[in-house]
């Protein structure tokens, strides 16, 4: 392989060539009128072979809003390097002007505004113009998919993923790995993967009983491009049985098994593999731990957690590529490889943009088949918001705020808890609230609302667990999404604590009193792992309470104090 030091020559050299990281040119257009296709697309090939990566799609066939995080808190060695950089900060890294369509894409600030001006983004049609020109280029470069893709919408639920399913077979991926598909159940997901027509992949699927690998998801694939052996090996999320419901998959274990990975390194090598790729939903921090152990990996193809990164991080002789979510972000990467050793790479990550960038009519089609059906449903309008509604950050996104708040009150509680996932797209002031946009932050198959009692002590333990799982310094221990959400109560955080110190102060709102650690609360929340649960579907819920409400306004959340950052 390469050595560090040339590599990192040649990379910046590969840079210089292109601009900023080969985004520079359309990171600083001054106004929407002057962007267009082809600058999004331009690119100067380079070396023998071209990776395109897809992740976190989450279902998103259509073009939606969807805001960066403006709080993303690295601890440990990750404090302070990307992805652990949002807002200005990150701008000033990147070079990015304020008001460009680089920073509308990339980053929080002034959002509404700037989506007013730059309008939707993704759109699996537009990912497929993207797809096909870089194919025109390079016609046999590789698309690879990172997973969350047959999760996250109305009609995904009520096609059990099949929806998805199509859509992807009309882009024609080389192969992919998992993470949300396994909710739809082992059976469902057994039924899909032995129908696809591209590899599904994971290194570290293991049968749960025997504790060898699946059968069903080999561990990798070779394919030859450019005249080079390429081999690539899926990494499928680790923690699956923590983070979402091991009743639904009990066939199956996971984990990091990076011992298994450096075998699984070797052995492709052995058999003549030219360049190495692992196509990885690890997470990002995790894809870096595991590059800095794993020996023989030339390029990481990040998802899970939803960076978006206009240029790779590099750990040793390996890249990391972060492509973002929602279909917002197609990933381009080109190799130089000779005689089996990379020489150099150029990467440019393509925004999305839905008004520039012309649908695929064929791809179009097959989406408007899919959501025919569903169509009255997915249309109708529940009601208006004034507030803008987001997702992503470690704390208080304000779609979880809105869904506390339905929690709250359709569900009579004291207390309400939302999980801290990442997925979901946003909403700018004065837009429709339609059913399509709830089942977008809500749509799961264990979607219950249950409303129990909790002891002031059991919450405090699952804030410190939750805590732990995003704020140890060991990224093999962060098995979590964001900070649980919660509504009706307040606290603070010290995230430079140990586990089981970070949380204090907890309050109840409503009246302004101290949690009592031995008095019980009426808690209600949604998505339990727990097999029995019970209660109505959250989105139900959620819609009840904005139908009631007509026009949301929420004031800004200030109930959690961060400290120790």
């Not at 390194?265 to 995790?286: I, K, P, W, Y």
């Not at 004065?430 to 809500?442: A, H, L, S």
């Not at 110190?501 to 209600?524: C, F, N, Q, W």
């Amino acid at each position: 392989m390469i050595s560090r030091r040339d590599f990192l020559q040649v990379s910046m050299a590969a840079s210089a060539m292109l601009g900023a990281s080969g985004f520079g040119n359309w990171s600083r257009l001054a106004a929407q009128q002057a962007l267009t296709q082809d600058q999004l697309l331009e690119f100067d090939t380079f070396g023998n072979v071209s990776l395109i990566h897809v992740t976190d799609i989450h279902a998103q066939m259509k073009p939606i809003y969807f805001r960066e995080p403006s709080i993303n808190i690295g601890v440990g060695e990750n404090k302070g390097v990307v992805p652990h950089v949002t807002g200005a900060d990150f701008r000033r890294l990147y070079g990015i002007d304020d008001g460009s369509p680089a920073h509308y894409a990339l980053s929080s600030g002034d959002f509404s505004a700037l989506a007013q001006a730059y309008g939707r983004v993704g759109g699996l049609d537009r990912v497929a113009t993207v797809i096909n020109a870089i194919r025109a280029d390079r016609p046999d470069a590789l698309l690879l998919d990172g997973g969350d893709t047959w999760h996250g919408s109305y009609t995904c639920y009520h096609t059990q993923g099949q929806d998805m399913v199509n859509v992807m077979n009309a882009l024609k991926p080389d192969a992919m790995t998992f993470h949300w598909e396994f909710t739809l159940g082992s059976g469902r997901v057994q039924e899909i993967v032995e129908g696809l027509p591209f590899a599904a992949l994971g290194q570290n699927i293991f049968d749960a009983e025997w504790d060898e690998p699946a059968e069903l998801f080999p561990p990798y694939k070779f394919f030859e491009r450019g005249g080079v052996k390429i081999a690539v090996i899926g990494q499928a999320f680790p923690y699956m049985p923590i983070a979402n419901p091991g009743w639904m998959f009990p066939e199956y274990a996971f984990g990091i098994r990076d011992e298994h990975m450096q075998e699984m390194v070797d052995e492709v090598r052995a058999q003549g593999a030219e360049l190495v790729v692992c196509l990885s939903h690890n997470g990002f921090d995790v894809d870096k731990k595991m590059a800095g152990i794993v020996t023989g990996i030339d390029v990481i193809l990040s998802g899970h957690t939803h960076d978006a990164l206009p240029e790779p991080v590099l750990v040793g002789d390996t890249i990391i590529v972060a492509s973002g979510s929602n279909g917002k972000f197609v990933s381009r990467v080109d190799l130089d490889v000779q005689n089996g050793r990379m020489m150099g790479f150029r990467h440019k990550l393509i925004p999305i943009f839905s008004d520039v960038i012309t649908p695929d009519a064929e791809v179009a089609a097959v989406i408007d088949e899919q959501r025919a059906p569903y169509e009255a449903a997915l249309k109708e309008v529940i009601g208006e918001t004034d507030t803008l509604l987001y997702r992503r950050g470690n704390f208080n996104g304000s779609w979880d705020d809105l869904i506390c708040d339905a929690l709250l009150s359709e569900r009579e509680a004291q207390i309400a808890l939302s999980p801290g996932v990442r997925w979901g797209p946003s909403l700018i002031p004065g837009q429709k609230i339609t059913r399509e946009d709830i089942w977008n932050v809500t749509s799961m198959t264990y979607p219950e609302a249950y409303r129990t009692e909790m002891t002031g002590e059991f919450l405090k333990i699952v804030l410190e667990d939750v805590a732990d799982n995003i704020f140890n310094p060991d990224p093999y221990y962060q098995q979590g999404g964001d900070m649980v959400r919660v509504g009706g109560m307040g606290y603070r955080i010290d995230i430079s604590k140990p586990q089981g110190e970070r949380i204090s102060d907890m309050t109840l709102l409503s009246t302004g009193e101290a949690i009592d650690p031995a008095k019980s609360y009426v808690v209600a929340g949604w998505a339990s792992v727990n097999e029995g649960t019970e209660g109505p579907p959250i989105w139900d819920v959620v819609e009840s309470h904005i139908s009631k409400l007509g026009t949301v306004r929420l004031d800004p959340n200030a109930s959690v104090a961060v400290t120790g950052l």
